[in-house]
């Protein structure tokens, strides 16, 4: 399953690129401004990027430039949408880094065989995307995880989260961080049901004997690690 973050300043169309992208089987995280989609970007680590391109704080492109700066989102795939239509803004928004270009109105369909296309293409049609560390192992794709020889019984929110640690591993994140990362569009979350999902996750880990690679930090969060805490 993709993670694709959608900045847009539009509230109707940004919900309703969320629900129909959700309805397609992709996470959706949403930003309406460019302060947001930093944020966004920064805690968490979407397979593409929807882009407007005039937001009211700055202009998409611009912050475009600026994170393609940025040695890892190099390849990020990104589809800007724009309600201008003139080819110089076209070549404009290619040359600033976009990987494609979307006219408003555009159709979901276009936009969605826009979206598979990209994700196929960053992924090289090859094999399928995987995470391992500590012996641990996750198949991004099929929502697999395995430790050693067996399967883990993961649920979605915690193989999300075990996705989000093993991406950062050794990284310390907040509960609040945790939030805007693995829940991201569901504001309304309280911050003890971050600990819930840790101690499912930790239980999940128990039989192959990996729990204590999720590490409390006191005072700051939690990590994942193959260092002792
Ligand atoms: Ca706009």
Avoid: C
Avoid at 11 to 16: K, N, V
Avoid at 169 to 192: A, C, M, T
């Amino acid at each position: 399953m993709a993670h694709i973050l959608i900045v847009e300043d539009e509230a109707d169309l940004r919900d309703m690129l969320s629900e129909s992208l959700e309805q397609a089987g992709y996470d959706t995280l949403t930003a309406g401004t460019i302060g947001e989609a930093r944020r966004k970007l920064e805690h968490s680590s979407p397979d593409l990027l929807l882009l407007d391109w005039m937001l009211p704080d700055a202009s998409g492109l611009q912050w475009l430039r600026q994170i393609r700066r940025v040695k890892k989102f190099l390849d990020l795939p990104v589809i800007m949408l724009t309600a201008r239509g003139e080819v110089s803004d076209r070549v404009s928004g290619l040359d600033g880094g976009a990987d494609d270009y979307l006219v408003k109105p555009f159709s979901l369909k276009e936009l969605q065989a826009r979206i598979r296309s990209q994700l196929r293409k960053h992924n090289g049609g090859g094999p399928q995307e995987r995470i391992e560390i500590g012996g641990i192992t996750l198949e991004i794709d099929t929502h697999r995880a395995m430790a050693g020889s067996g399967e883990l019984r993961l649920g979605p929110t915690e193989f999300r989260l075990l996705k989000h640690f093993m991406a950062h591993p050794d990284r310390v994140f907040s509960r609040s961080q945790l939030l805007d990362g693995v829940w991201g569009h569901q504001v309304f979350i309280e911050e003890r049901t971050v600990d819930v999902h840790i101690r499912r996750l930790r239980k999940a880990l128990e039989p192959s004997g990996k729990a204590g690679l999720v590490q409390t930090v006191r005072g700051a969060g939690y990590r994942f690690s193959t260092r002792d805490n």
